[in-house]
């Protein structure tokens, strides 16, 4: 890969342990703590040489390998169980005057639209 700004002393440093790192497979955190560096400083440096041009943004990983499928685990569907219509609400309309709206059930969604718009009509 070639550069097309130089590059200062502490990102040719830098550069050379990142390609160290990447031939040892170590992650740029793990070579740094290894070596005593500060990784952020590190990781800096690293997106400035990208931006140069010296380094590649990701390198290319391993292709991995595919895994198998696991075992099919057969699954029961059941109807969610009611719940008491005096100790939860399905519809809650809170608005920003601070009038609040709770129904048992779902309203149409006409309706709601028309009472969140102020429609003329909504109370019919």
């Given at each position: 890969?070639?550069?097309t700004e130089p590059?200062?002393?502490?990102?040719?440093?830098?550069?050379?342990?990142?390609?160290?790192?990447?031939?040892?497979?170590?992650?740029?955190?793990?070579?740094?703590?290894?070596?005593?560096?500060?990784?952020?400083?590190?990781?800096?440096?690293?997106?400035?040489?990208?931006?140069?041009?010296?380094?590649?943004?990701?390198?290319?990983?391993?292709?991995?390998?595919?895994?198998?499928?696991?075992?099919?685990?057969?699954?029961?569907?059941?109807?969610?169980?009611?719940?008491?219509?005096?100790?939860?609400?399905?519809?809650?309309?809170?608005?920003?005057?601070?009038?609040?709206?709770?129904?048992?059930?779902?309203?149409?969604?006409?309706?709601?639209?028309?009472?969140?718009?102020?429609?003329?009509?909504?109370?019919?």
């Amino acid at each position: 890969m070639t550069t097309t700004e130089p590059l200062t002393e502490s990102e040719q440093q830098a550069l050379e342990q990142m390609r160290e790192a990447q031939e040892l497979g170590s992650t740029l955190k793990d070579h740094a703590a290894k070596i005593g560096l500060d990784v952020r400083q590190l990781y800096e440096l690293r997106r400035r040489l990208v931006r140069k041009g010296a380094f590649e943004a990701h390198p290319r990983r391993k292709a991995r390998k595919p895994r198998k499928a696991g075992a099919f685990i057969p699954v029961r569907v059941v109807p969610a169980a009611p719940a008491p219509s005096s100790t939860s609400l399905t519809c809650r309309l809170v608005h920003p005057s601070g009038w609040v709206l709770e129904c048992d059930g779902l309203p149409p969604a006409t309706w709601i639209a028309a009472v969140l718009t102020g429609g003329a009509h909504a109370a019919s």
